[in-house]
């Protein structure tokens, strides 16, 4: 009788227990256990201090040399602060290595505080060090040795006109900079560069020019054999464009060759063959060197430049006249004329942007679909949060730390009192809701009791619940394991369901409930969103990438 008594209490406590987590754990997490094969070992230097001292925190670990080892990083101390962190030493020892780094912490507020124990991972798979009490104590003033005083009295000064002078002059020196600054980048007549000077040359002096500065470059010295012909055919090409008006640059050799006889043989440029002839062997060299990796004598190059030289200067001799019928145009006329090109520019310019505005919206539409450049164009409330600032912060303790297209808002669920009896503290934080187009919440959750092993099962079945009590119908169900940056595990559960609304209205929607726990707390992160939301989708991907927990209850 005495057993089934105690059979019977046991089993009431454990039913209570999961009651409570299924009430209360909406949003909560979960978490495995390490196992400790290397030795970990930390220790303190001393466990009171006054405010504002500091503890040496020192972990050593010792594995094998072969082993990656992770030690706490940030703020893993709180309610203790850290103020630096200090690899000491590295001692090897066979194929064994010890490892050790001291943190120093301290605290501004006097009290009891403990230290939480510190996750160290050794090959990902995580470690746990013992928990501190430490004590900080007020600094004691003995008021039997230090006399006390009365507050002093206000007493009137004459304000003093220094300041304002001071303040005068900056402000004076201030507007002569900037008075300077605007005379030398707006209002000054700016010098012409060297570049621009040269661009301002008629094309025949500015080719002399070129082919000088060809002359004394050191390419032929240095065996750049390509880079001097490539600047020797281009200063011609350019210029036979400007001066000749013939489209050299993009033309082949023998396409540049006829382009030049038959401007000759129309009357149009005065030129001999033997200077075809020359032009067309220096561009077939030129094609030699640049393509077939051809190397010419070094006389030979600077002949070529000669020739060249001269080339340039009979086809501009070979230019013909002005006729004295375009010298005596009408300077009115070619105003009206440059104003009507004008006009019609604008005109032409006006159509093409309309005619790509509407070909590149048919085009878009058909390439991308009618939705994403609808969305682009009026925006979509997850596309809006895709492309928006995002922001990284830690929730709860233990923390969670996610990144979110918005900052998480801290909620406070009423607890009943037999709830708080269980649960030591409960950080929830959630944007969004549920029933709504996307959500993200996290919680976290420390009890007073330390349990072995969380009820993972009670809490995701309690998110589920809760989502039918809120409309979701015909809900699919699947589960694996979750791997966070830092090597906690823990468990997804994902699907789909149907969500009813009150106006009788149905959409299908997803979730992920990913779940973390341990001794004595749970962690939770659950995100909803509609089917065939990409950018929710992407926006999932992009928050689950970024989940780490923190394991220290």
């Not at 500065?213 to 390509?226: A, G, M, T």
């Amino acid at each position: 009788m005495r057993m089934d008594n105690l059979h019977t209490i046991r089993n009431l406590n454990e039913a209570k227990f999961i009651l409570v987590t299924l009430l209360f754990l909406m949003l909560l997490p979960t978490i495995g256990f390490s196992q400790t094969e290397p030795k970990v070992d930390a220790v303190v230097d001393t466990l009171s201090i006054k405010i504002g001292e500091q503890i040496q925190y020192k972990i050593t670990v010792e594995t094998d040399s072969t082993d990656v080892v992770f030690f706490p990083e940030g703020q893993t101390f709180s309610p203790l602060e850290t103020v630096e962190a200090i690899m000491a030493d590295t001692i090897k020892n066979d194929e064994k290595v010890i490892l050790q780094k001291i943190y120093s912490l301290t605290q501004f507020d006097s009290g009891a505080y403990t230290i939480p124990p510190q996750r160290i991972a050794i090959n990902e798979q995580p470690f746990f060090t013992d928990s501190f009490q430490v004590k900080v104590a007020d600094v004691v003033v003995d008021t039997t040795k230090q006399k006390m005083y009365d507050i002093k009295p206000l007493i009137e000064v004459e304000r003093s006109n220094a300041d304002m002078w001071l303040t005068a002059l900056w402000i004076l020196l201030g507007l002569i900079v900037v008075g300077g600054l605007v005379y030398w980048f707006f209002l000054r007549k700016k010098p012409l560069t060297e570049e621009e000077k040269v661009a301002l040359l008629p094309p025949y002096d500015r080719a002399l020019m070129e082919l000088k500065k060809l002359e004394n470059s050191r390419y032929l010295i240095q065996d750049e054999y390509k880079q001097y012909y490539s600047e020797l055919t281009d200063i011609v090409r350019s210029y036979l464009e400007e001066d000749v008006h013939v489209t050299a640059m993009e033309s082949t050799t023998s396409e540049l060759i006829t382009k030049l006889e038959m401007l000759r043989d129309a009357g149009e440029l005065k030129l001999e063959d033997e200077t075809i002839q020359q032009f067309q062997k220096i561009l077939q060299t030129a094609d030699l060197v640049k393509f077939a990796k051809n190397k010419p004598a070094s006389s030979v190059a600077e002949q070529d430049r000669k020739l060249v030289e001269e080339i340039v200067t009979k086809t501009h001799q070979g230019l013909p006249e002005p006729t004295e019928e375009d010298l005596l145009l009408d300077q009115e006329y070619l105003e009206e004329l440059a104003r009507k090109k004008q006009r019609k520019r604008i005109y032409w310019a006006a159509a093409i942007f309309a005619g790509i505005i509407v070909l590149g919206g048919i085009g878009s539409a058909i390439y991308f679909g009618t939705k994403k450049v609808s969305d682009t164009v009026f925006g979509y409330p997850t596309k809006d949060l895709l492309e928006g600032e995002w922001v990284a912060s830690s929730y709860g303790f233990p923390p969670i730390h996610i990144e979110t297209p918005e900052v998480l808002v801290r909620q406070e669920p009423e607890l009943p009192k037999e709830t708080e009896e269980l649960i030591k503290e409960l950080q929830a934080f959630s944007y969004g809701s549920y029933v709504g187009i996307f959500s993200v919440s996290t919680s976290s959750i420390t009890f007073k009791e330390q349990k072995e092993e969380p009820q993972f099962e009670a809490v995701i079945g309690s998110t589920l619940t809760n989502f039918e009590q809120l409309g979701l119908k015909n809900i699919i169900t699947k589960q694996e394991e979750f791997v966070t940056q830092s090597g906690v595990k823990g468990m997804k559960t994902y699907g789909t369901g149907t969500l009813e609304r009150p106006n009788g209205d149905s959409k299908r929607a997803k979730y992920n409930i990913v779940t973390f726990g341990g001794k004595g707390f749970i962690q939770q992160v659950v995100i909803t969103w509609e089917e065939d939301d990409e950018y929710a989708e992407q926006i999932v991907d992009r928050i689950l990438g970024s989940l780490d927990v923190k394991t220290q209850a």
